[in-house]
T-cell receptor
Framework: GAGVSQTPSNKVTEKGKYVELRCDPI?????LYWYRQSLGQGPEFLIYFQGTGAADDSGLPNDRFFAVRPEGSVSTLKIQRTERGDSAVYLC?????????????FGPGTRLTVL | LAKTTQPISMDSYEGQEVNITCSHN???????ITWYQQFPSQGPRFIIQGYKTKVTNEVASLFIPADRKSSTLSLPRVSLSDTAVYYCLVGEGYGGATNKLIFGTGTLLAVQP
């Protein structure tokens, strides 16, 4: 079946611009996660949705970052006034959230480059 | 959330068994141990998860001693396509209160022909 998809695969923007990154989770998955991965590092948690609500946004670095999931499916990560330090691969993952051995399935990521 | 320590890199040859050990000295009673694999330009992929003793699936085995302060991922007869970064994670399983995955820097496994 279809996995997690993310668009665009690459995004180049200029410092100060606004960007939106989209995640389509696996159908039926109620939980959705955003992570950020810098070169040579492991993914870093940003935010977790259970259904439409953000259950844990403790990883968002500052108020320039915001994410929504209005219908409990597709999610959009929004970054305002981008800075060069925001350059990274942004990963989305989803899971069923049915039990203690639930697995997170990751998408291929969006590579964001801020010039 | 327990901190994990694993080697930065490992080298192997095709056909060999590879064992990657992870230390997690402050693992909590409710914590599970999970390993993910990541290829370049892809998201991490779940390999295996365990709580104690030994877990085996079609791709790997996970060995966990009685004190649970370390764990070893075993990859039998690796091939070139197993070249990837391997992450050891410790947390409250996927039904736990935190849900988020905490990744370290991982182990880069390089398999040579």
């Amino acid at each position: 079946g279809a996995g997690v998809s993310q668009t665009p695969s690459n995004k180049v923007t200029e410092k100060g611009k606004y960007v939106e990154l989209r995640c389509d989770p696996i159908s039926g998955h109620t939980a959705l996660y955003w992570y950020r991965q810098s070169l040579g590092q492991g993914p870093e948690f940003l935010i977790y949705f259970q259904g439409t609500g953000a259950a844990d946004d403790s990883g968002l670095p500052n108020d320039r970052f915001f994410a929504v999931r209005p219908e409990g499916s597709v999610s959009t990560l929004k970054i305002q006034r981008t800075e060069r330090g925001d350059s990274a691969v942004y990963l989305c993952a989803s899971s069923y959230q049915r039990g203690s051995t639930d697995t997170q399935y990751f998408g291929p990521g969006t590579r964001l480059t801020v010039l | 959330l327990a901190k994990t320590t694993q080697p930065i890199s490992m080298d192997s040859y095709e056909g060999q068994e590879v064992n990657i050990t992870c230390s997690h000295n402050n693992i909590a009673t409710n914590d599970y141990i999970t390993w993910y694999q990541q290829f370049p330009s892809q998201g991490p992929r779940f390999i295996i998860q365990g709580y104690k003793t030994k877990v085996t699936n079609e791709v790997a085995s996970l060995f966990i001693p009685a004190d649970r302060k370390s764990s070893t991922l075993s990859l039998p007869r690796v091939s070139l396509s197993d070249t990837a970064v391997y992450y050891c994670l410790v947390g409250e399983g996927y039904g736990g209160a935190t849900n988020k995955l905490i990744f370290g820097t991982g182990t880069l496994l390089a398999v040579q022909p």
